[in-house]
């Protein structure tokens, strides 16, 4: 994925991001609640990645009451969302590249690693920045996420399957929690279901620039509804999120 391309659509989105950000919520929140079975650390030190506007940020201050979060974003304009947050350090940058701080407890992340090339590698730096028996907390998306684009437009991320998820992983941390579910959003229509994908800037996995005309447009809102109805009316369109919970290997 282009860097500043994605630093731009992230960008635009900053002010709509969370009015849209359904399945994103929900995955910080489901995420919180599984680390919050295995970390009993007072006041633990906290690396969070693509922290964007904070969804996650909130669940890990209220749980955890940690000592610090320092926060990692490739959207420099994150930043401001979290001005005036105490406990909270932001520090932007591509975090495939970036380094990590050392001495944390726990490094978590919702919803990112899907835009990372490789978790492997990305497991060997999270092991290398955190303490002894310290936590890496993550939740990311499975091939159904926005499969209803996918099958219209071909254009998408690539996902890996759930036990290709946990075994790149679980190469460096000993799993505690593993989990997966479905998560289907209902639209009025082809044109919401792209706003959504702006707004929650989503459309930065668009290979295709094409232009939505109105005549494109009126022809992916047919196909749309006959491929992917939702039983109550209006379209469907599905997130699959992917959770693991590891404690560092010695």
């Not at 906290?46 to 909130?58: A, D, K, M, N, S």
């Not at 209803?148 to 946990?166: K, M, Q, V």
Request: proline share 6%; charged share 25%; glycine share 8%.
């Amino acid at each position: 994925m282009n860097g500043p391309r994605l630093i731009n659509r992230f960008a635009r989105a900053v002010t709509t991001y969370e009015r849209q950000a359904t399945a994103q919520r929900r995955a910080a929140e489901r995420l919180t609640e599984l680390l919050g079975r295995h970390l009993h650390i007072l006041a633990p030190r906290i690396f969070e990645i693509g922290c964007g506007t904070g969804l996650l940020t909130r669940q890990l201050l209220a749980r955890f009451a940690p000592a610090e979060i320092l926060l990692n974003d490739i959207c420099p304009d994150m930043g401001i969302c979290f001005s005036n947050v105490p406990r909270t350090r932001f520090v932007p940058g591509d975090a495939t590249t970036a380094d990590f701080p050392k001495e944390v407890d726990v490094i978590a992340t919702a919803s990112a690693v899907q835009w990372f090339p490789g978790l492997e590698a990305f497991a060997e730096r999270c092991a290398a920045a955190l303490r002894p028996e310290g936590y890496l907390a993550v939740a990311s998306f499975g091939p159904a996420t926005l499969r209803e684009i996918r099958t219209l437009t071909g254009t998408g991320l690539t996902y890996p399957d759930f036990e290709a998820f946990g075994k790149m992983l679980g190469a460096r941390f000993e799993p505690l929690e593993s989990a997966r579910e479905t998560v289907t959003l209902r639209f009025d229509g082809a044109a919401e279901v792209l706003r959504h994908l702006k707004e929650t800037g989503v459309t930065a996995t668009n290979t295709d620039r094409t232009p939505w005309t109105r005549a494109r447009l009126a022809e992916l809102g047919d196909r749309y509804a006959t491929a992917f109805p939702a039983p109550e009316g209006g379209v469907t369109l599905t997130y699959e999120p992917y959770y693991f919970v590891g404690r560092r290997r010695r």
